[in-house]
């Protein structure tokens, strides 16, 4: 990963110094933050944020415009390092043509993507022996990218009778294998600037899929979640607040239809246009 982020810049630079041999105009497609990503580990503070710095501000600004996933990352790009502008181009998805699955008991929550220990996925583990055995149920999918962190939470879960793992599938089986659940759950703990400011392509998945979701309250989630009445978002990052105090409340199909009204704006036609007309416009 930290290997990904510095290749990432090395092809700022790479691009900068072509379109000033071409004089081309060029896009930079910087995703997340990238001084942020690892500001939790005092080593790559120390040995790599000083030469990531540098490559940004010097070669960042020359770019016409800069895409990233999210409002707040792209603000934080002008702020340090003084961009032109930046284009917001998210995570999203095809559209995907299903009727959102009336809910039955128990409700099924779905979390999918990789066991990475920084996500705490045990905490969702966690949060579910606070609701009724009966009534609710946890399925996992995770890849295996730590796999004594995948380990330790199959071992968890045998402390309850409702929490299931679910093999990996295909990219293109993700969203009918999701639709078939009631709640996308994502609980992401503000360890780092991205985590913090994360809008990952899940919750995306999670609309196509035409769920109710529920998430921790990082900013970008929280914002996208609300604006459009796709779901629930806690009051801080402990299991208990995910869904115990909104249990009663929670009008799962409810949200469903908010979602399903909104899958196609926010879905990635929406976005390819966005990028087109960007193109366009530098060109």
């Known amino acids: 990963m930290i290997a990904s982020f510095l290749l990432r810049c090395i092809s700022l630079v790479l691009a900068s110094e072509l379109s000033r041999h071409k004089r081309i105009p060029f896009i930079f497609n910087a995703h997340e933050y990238y001084p942020g990503q690892f500001e939790h580990k005092e080593g790559w503070v120390k040995n790599k944020k000083p030469e990531l710095d540098y490559i940004l501000k010097k070669y960042l600004p020359k770019a016409s415009t800069t895409f990233c996933v999210g409002q707040i990352i792209g603000e934080t790009y002008i702020k340090e390092f003084k961009i032109n502008d930046f284009v917001f181009i998210p995570n999203d998805k095809p559209y995907f043509n299903v009727l959102p699955k009336k809910t039955s008991k128990p409700i099924r ?3 999918h993507g990789g066991a990475i220990r920084g996500r705490s996925i045990h905490k969702s583990i966690e949060m579910i022996g606070f609701l009724p055995e009966k009534e609710y149920e946890l399925h996992l999918m995770l890849m295996p990218v730590d796999k004594k962190y995948l380990e330790e939470l199959v071992l968890l879960s045998k402390k309850f009778n409702n ?3 679910h093999e990996p599938v295909s990219f293109e089986k993700i969203i009918p294998f999701l639709s078939t659940f ?3 759950l994502y609980l992401l703990p503000p360890t780092n600037f991205n985590n913090l400011n994360c809008l990952p392509n ?3 998945e999670f609309i196509q899929a035409r ?4 998430t921790s309250p990082n900013p970008e989630m929280s914002t996208l979640i609300k604006r459009n009445g796709l779901g ?13 105090k909104n249990k009663h409340t929670l009008q799962i199909d409810e949200f469903k239809q908010h979602v399903h009204s909104k899958a196609r704006e926010l879905s990635s036609e929406t976005t390819e246009n966005l990028i ?3 193109v366009s416009s530098i060109v």
């Open 211 to 214: 769920l109710c979701i529920v």
């Open 109 to 111: 929550i779905v979390h």
């Open 202 to 204: 899940k919750i995306y």
């Open 182 to 184: 009631d709640i996308g």
């Open 232 to 244: 629930l978002c806690s009051e801080d990052y402990t299991a208990q607040t995910i869904l115990v």
């Open 163 to 165: 929490v299931f793992f």
């Open 276 to 278: 087109r007309q960007t």
